[in-house]
């Protein structure tokens, strides 16, 4: 067995011998630990662990508390690429760790409105991201509709690694904006209906990645990536919810459709089925399918006279024309039984722990795989 699997599987059991028993949390509050791994078929990988708790404070008051670390591994660069990492040192895999932190609190105002503001931190060596978030909910018509309205303001420092070690940041400022519609169809049927729009300004490249540009006797050099220093990105989402008592089972539909100014548009379509397999034990399978149009300045080749005209340039592959697909597939297992059995172990009554697997790809050659587990307890 690889040192790679062996560390995967110890990154797993970690959370069964280090985390707390949360026995003094109050009904409705919230314990959770995910682990994640992620790693694409361009030798990209990340290692992600995260803790989140909801603890009451007061009757109408909870605090929020997510804290998450990722270990991120870029491939040393062994050809002339797009690989978004510093070219110093290039010859070796570039490591690197980001924290983040979100600090929240959600207040009722009264039965049916509730007001929530989130603080988020995120920094990594190259990376650092400053947001507020604040989220107003109202249920209507005796609960039968809900309205969510959401705003969040990002402020980013966009870093560069020299090949000195020296570091050199510029600034992304973005504000994005979400208004939503849940409405109670029937006993087992919920519609719910999304608007969204972001607006960013400021440095919107990648500072790592580099173009090709071609002169006229088909040679080329490679020039930083050169992208609008404005975009509005904006989206509409529909999803149904349809709970099938019969089998002990519930179907969730979705479409989604996003439009910006940069001439990207695109489609997602998702659908989810979830079944009880056994009284503790819940099987989830998930598809998801996208086709996107690219960019109006996306070109599968640039000339000199692109430069020389200071046109827009990029190699990010998500401004390309593509169609993706993700397979996924969780086992959800709840210790409902296991707390009735053991009245000492109560505080699983409302506990799981669930299973994921993903499978991702693309008609652009790439592919991922992602693994996760979470443990969720509350009592």
């Known amino acids: 067995m690889s040192k790679k699997i062996i560390r995967f599987i110890a990154l797993l059991l970690l959370p069964l011998f280090t985390l707390p028993v949360p026995l003094a949390l109050a009904e409705g509050e919230q314990l959770g630990y995910t682990t994640y791994y992620f790693s694409d078929s361009g030798g990209n990988s990340v290692v992600t662990t995260s803790f989140n708790l909801a603890k009451r404070i007061l009757n109408k008051t909870v605090l929020l508390l997510d804290l998450e670390v990722d270990n991120v591994t870029v491939p040393a660069i062994t050809a002339v690429t797009g690989a978004t990492r510093p070219h110093r040192q290039s010859n070796k895999p570039f490591k690197k760790t980001r924290g983040q932190a979100i600090l929240g609190i959600e207040q009722g105002i009264d039965m049916n409105t509730s007001l929530a503001i989130n603080l988020y931190r995120s920094q990594e060596v190259d990376y650092v991201s400053s947001s507020i978030i604040g989220t107003f909910t109202r249920d209507m018509f005796q609960q039968n509709t809900t309205l969510v309205l959401r705003g969040q303001f990002i402020s980013d420092q966009v870093g560069k690694i020299l090949d000195d070690g020296s570091l050199v940041n510029q600034d992304k400022t973005s504000y994005w904006g979400m208004i939503a519609l849940r409405q109670l169809l029937s006993p087992t049927t919920v519609l719910n209906i999304s608007y ?184």
């Open 196 to 379: 969204d729009g972001l607006y960013l300004e400021g440095f919107l490249s990648d500072p790592y990645r580099e173009v090709k540009v071609f002169d006229p006797s088909n040679r080329f050099s490679m020039v930083p990536e050169h992208h609008p220093e404005k975009r509005l990105r904006q989206a509409v989402t529909g999803k149904v919810n349809q709970a099938i008592p019969s089998i002990k089972a519930s179907l969730i539909t979705q479409y989604r459709f996003y439009w910006d100014d940069w001439g990207v548009n695109s489609h997602t379509f998702e659908i989810q089925f979830n079944n009880y397999v056994f009284e503790d034990l819940i099987a989830r399978f998930h598809y998801r399918y996208y086709f996107q149009r690219q960019s109006d300045f996306y070109k599968s080749r640039y000339t000199r006279q692109d430069f020389l005209e200071n046109q827009f340039m990029t190699s990010d592959y998500k401004l390309q024309r593509f169609y993706s697909q993700n397979f996924g597939i969780s086992l959800t297992f709840l210790f409902r039984k296991l707390a009735d059995r053991h009245p000492a172990w109560n505080f699983l009554q409302d506990s799981n722990v669930e299973v994921r697997y993903f499978r991702y790809f693309n008609t652009l050659d790439f592919s991922a795989n992602i693994f996760q587990v979470n443990l969720n307890f509350g009592i």
